[in-house]
C-alpha cells in the first residue's frame, strides 16, 4: 500500500517510521504539498512573502578581504543571515505555514535547537495567525537565550524540554508527542531536512530558493559556477537549499560541514559522516539515516558548541549524496568553528552564526589550497547576535 | 492452536506491559512472572529505547532508568528465555522501537526472539508502509499491527487484511498515559475495526482503573495496561506484591464479563 505521490526515499534511506496515528496526517500532508505546488495562486503568494516580508532574494556578498587573506580561491558569501529573523530557516517556516492555512488547521508545534527555526515558526504563525507552541531542550534555552525572548515577544509558547538529553533530539521527541496528540487542528513545522516523508522533500523545496538564487547571482556577478559549494550539515536544511541549485552541475564540488565538537577522537561531537565507530545506519525520528548511535541502538548524546548542529542524525537526503558521493563531508571544531567567527568579523564585518561558522572554517582550510581564479560559494546560513553569550563565554571576556 | 490463539479462548482478555529492567533487571522478571501467573492473559514484555515518541512520561522515565542501570537488547532476550524456564506459558509479545531492533541486527533478533520463546512484535515506529523489510524474515511470527482514531476506513482495511495475532487499537490520539474517562466514541471505532477483520481486537492508550478496564471490557477483546501497571508497580516497596495485586484485580474486574 505503499503508493507515496513523491519519492519517499533517498536511495535506501528516508521513509516514514512513525506511529500509525500520524501516517494519515503525512498522507495529507503530501498530497495538500503536491496540490499547492501544482497551484499557481499558492505559489505567487509564497513568492510574494519572501519578497515581501523576508526580504529576498538575499545578496551574494563577495569576500574581498578574506579570499586576500587566505590568498586561494576567491569566496562569495550567500547572505542568508540578511533573511528576516536572521537566518535561512525563514524559508521553510512560511512555506509549511502558508500549507497550514490550506489544510485549515490551526495550530504549529515546533521543535528548536538554536531558536533560529523557533523563531522563524513563531514569526510565520504571528504573520499568518496560528496559535504556536515552540519545544526547546533545557540545555538549549541556557545557551540561546535572545532567541527564547524573541519567540516570546511574537506570541509563541515556548515549552522548556527536560528529558533525555535535553537538547534538539529530545525537543523533537516531544514536538512529535504532542503531535501525535493534537493531530487533528495540529501541524508539526519541522525546520530541517528530516523526519520521515514528506518532510525532506518539503524542507528542501522551500529551502531551494537559497540554491535558486545563489546560481543565477555567481552568474551574474562572477560570470560563472562556483568550484566548490560550502555548507554547514546539522540536519542539513540550509546545505540541502544551496545545494540543490547545483546538483546537477557536475563540475561543481559540494561540501558538507558536520560539528566536530571537541574533536572526533574525543567522542564528543555531532559528525555523523565522521565516526565511523559510533555512526551506523538506523532509524530516528521516522528516517533512516546515519545516527550516532551506541552498539544496542540508543541514541547517542552528541555536543557541539552550536546548538543548532548538535544533533545525532543528519536529513536523508544527504546520507545518498555522501553514498553516491556527489557531496562530501568533513567536519570543523568547536575551536576552529570560534576561530573562522572571528576572523569573518575582522575581515568582512560580519557577525555569522556559530553553525555557519563551521561552514567559514571549511573555507579557512580550503580556500588556500586553491588557485586564485577559482571560487567558492558559502551559504552563510545565519548571523550570530544569538550566540553572543556562547562566544563571549568560550572566548573568555578578552 | 498456538499460544497466543489460546490466550483469546476467554475475552475479553487482560494485557499489561511491563518493562525489562525496571527497576532492575531481576526485578522485572520477577514481576512479569507475578502478572503472569495471577491473572494476565499476555503480557507485552517492554524493550527500552532512548527515544520513545510514541511513549508519555511515565513509560518514558521507566524505560530511561532500564537503560541507566544497564538494559540492552540481549540482556532482554535472555529475560525472556529466563520466563519460560520458570514456567510462564502465557503468551509474551516483546514491544520496542525499531532502532535498537537494527543495531542488534534484524535476522538475529527474530531468530533470538523466538529461540527465546516469543509469540510476536508491537513496533510502534514501523507502520505497514515499513514493515516489509521486517516481515520478510521474520515470516509468519505475529507483527501486530496497530490501528488509530485517525486511520481512514481504506487505512483500516489495508491494515487489517493482514492482520496476525489481534489488532491493537490506540483508544486516543496521543501517546502512552493513563486518561481520566474513556472515550464516549470507543464504541463506534471498535465497531469501524471489526467490520474489517475478525482477528481480537484489543484496546490501550489510557486505561487505568479495573472500572476502566471494565468499561472497555464490554466492547473489546482485549484491554492493554501500560502506564498505570508501570507506575503503580514501580512506585511500591514491594514490586512483585504489588504486581500479583495488580493483576488480580484487573482479571477481577475482566472476569464477570467473560462467557
Known sequence: ?398 | MNRLESAFANKPIFMPYFPLGYPDLETSVDVIEALAKNGADLIEVGLSFSDPLADGPVIQQATQVALEKGITVKKSLEAVKELRKRGVTIPLILMGYYNPMLAYGLEKFIRDAKEAGTDGFIIPDLPLEEAEEFQSINGDMPLIQMLAPTSPDERMEAIARNAKGFIYLVSVTGVTGERREVSNDLGDLIARVRSHTSAPVCVGFGIGTPEQAKQVGQLADGVIVGSACVKMIGSSQKPVETAKQFAAEFRSALSGLRK
Open chain 1, 1 to 398: 500500500m505503499s503508493t507515496t505521490l513523491l519519492p519517499h526515499k533517498f536511495g535506501p534511506y528516508g521513509g516514514q517510521f512513525v506511529p500509525e496515528t500520524l501516517m494519515p496526517a503525512l498522507i495529507e500532508l503530501e498530497s495538500e504539498f503536491v496540490s499547492a505546488r501544482n497551484d499557481p495562486t499558492f505559489n505567487q503568494e509564497f513568492d510574494k512573502l519572501m519578497a515581501s516580508f523576508v526580504g529576498r532574494p538575499t545578496p551574494l556578498t563577495y569576500a574581498k578581504r578574506l579570499s586576500e587573506k587566505l590568498g586561494g580561491a576567491q569566496i562569495y558569501l550567500k547572505r542568508e543571515d540578511l533573511a528576516h529573523t536572521g537566518a535561512h530557516k525563514i524559508n521553510n517556516a512560511l512555506g509549511q505555514a502558508l500549507l497550514v492555512k490550506r489544510m485549515g488547521k490551526t495550530r504549529i508545534v515546533a521543535e528548536t535547537g538554536a531558536g533560529q527555526h523557533g523563531v522563524a515558526s513563531a514569526t510565520a504563525a504571528a504573520l499568518l495567525g496560528l496559535e504556536c507552541v515552540v519545544y526547546m531542550g533545557s540545555v538549549d534555552i541556557a545557551r540561546q537565550e535572545p532567541n527564547v525572548f524573541r519567540m516570546k515577544l511574537l506570541g509563541a509558547e515556548v515549552r522548556p524540554v527536560e528529558s533525555g538529553t535535553k537538547t534538539l533530539k529530545d525537543a523533537i521527541n516531544e514536538a512529535i508527542r504532542d503531535w501525535v496528540t493534537n493531530v487533528r487542528d495540529t501541524h508539526y513545522l519541522l525546520g530541517s531536512a528530516l523526519g520521515p516523508h514528506p518532510y525532506p522533500t518539503i524542507v528542501r523545496e522551500f529551502q531551494s530558493v537559497i540554491g535558486r538564487e545563489a546560481r543565477e547571482q555567481m552568474l551574474m556577478d562572477a560570470g560563472r559556477l562556483p568550484d566548490t559549494v560550502i555548507a554547514c550539515v546539522g540536519g542539513g536544511s540550509n546545505a540541502i537549499g544551496v545545494f540543490s541549485g547545483f546538483v546537477n552541475d557536475e563540475a561543481v564540488e559540494l561540501i558538507g560541514v558536520e560539528a566536530g565538537g571537541s574533536g572526533i577522537a574525543s567522542g564528543k561531537h555531532a559528525a555523523r559522516f565522521g565516526d565511523a565507530t559510533k555512526a551506523r545506519v538506523g532509524v530516528i525520528h521516522g528516517t533512516r539515516t546515519y545516527v550516532l548511535q551506541d552498539e544496542d541502538g540508543q541514541i547517542a548524546e552528541t555536543h557541539s558548541v552550536s546548538a543548532g548542529l548538535d544533533y545525532a542524525a543528519v536529513g536523508p537526503e544527504h546520507a545518498m549524496l555522501r553514498d553516491n558521493e556527489r557531496a562530501f563531508y568533513t567536519s570543523a571544531t568547536d575551536e576552529e568553528a570560534l576561530n573562522a567567527f572571528q576572523t569573518l568579523c575582522h575581515t568582512e564585518g560580519i557577525i555569522p552564526a556559530l553553525e555557519s561558522s563551521h561552514a567559514i572554517a571549511e573555507v579557512i582550510k580550503k580556500a588556500p589550497t586553491m588557485r586564485k581564479d577559482q571560487v567558492i560559494l558559502v551559504n552563510l546560513s545565519g548571523r550570530g547576535d544569538k550566540d553572543l553569550n556562547t562566544v563571549i563565554k568560550e572566548m573568555g571576556n578578552g
